[in-house]
């Protein structure tokens, strides 16, 4: 997905729901959200579309481990802590740290 496609997804969103729904659904603040849509935004937009794209996109990814999941689910295994509590969560673990969406926290 585009920057210009994520930026448009954001649009239609914040149409959709409003602008606090979607900022608190991406965990970013009302003004920044509107900020990124005024193309005044100063921080890094990047970041902000791709949690747009995975709260609110379609986009699948291929896992290693899971095969074809959702952008989202990937996310959420990305950013989970390590625990042995059974070997699919290791597996899981082991194989994003490896992944080249690592970097796209």
Same mark, same amino acid.
Not at 13 to 25: D, G
Not at 75 to 92: D, K, M, S
């Given at each position: 997905? +585009? $920057?210009?496609?994520?930026?448009?997804?954001? @649009?239609?969103?914040?149409?959709?729901?409003? $602008?606090?729904?979607?900022?608190?659904?991406?965990? %970013?603040?009302?003004?920044?959200?509107?900020?990124?849509?005024?193309? +005044? %935004?100063?921080?890094?937009?990047?970041?902000?579309? #791709?949690?747009?794209?995975?709260?609110?996109?379609?986009? +699948?990814?291929?896992?290693?481990?899971? #095969?074809?999941?959702?952008?989202?689910?990937?996310? %959420?295994? @990305? @950013?989970?802590?390590?625990?042995? +509590?059974?070997?699919?969560?290791? $597996?899981?673990?082991?194989?994003?740290? $490896?992944?080249?969406?690592? #970097?796209?926290?």
């Amino acid at each position: 997905m +585009t $920057q210009s496609d994520q930026l448009e997804l954001l @649009r239609q969103k914040c149409v959709e729901l409003s $602008q606090a729904r979607v900022a608190a659904a991406i965990g %970013y603040s009302p003004s920044a959200v509107n900020q990124a849509l005024r193309g +005044t %935004y100063k921080g890094d937009l990047s970041n902000m579309l #791709g949690k747009v794209s995975e709260v609110f996109g379609n986009e +699948t990814v291929s896992c290693p481990i899971l #095969g074809e999941i959702p952008l989202a689910k990937c996310a %959420y295994h @990305r @950013r989970r802590e390590f625990a042995a +509590t059974n070997p699919l969560r290791v $597996q899981l673990w082991r194989a994003c740290r $490896q992944c080249e969406r690592e #970097g796209k926290r």
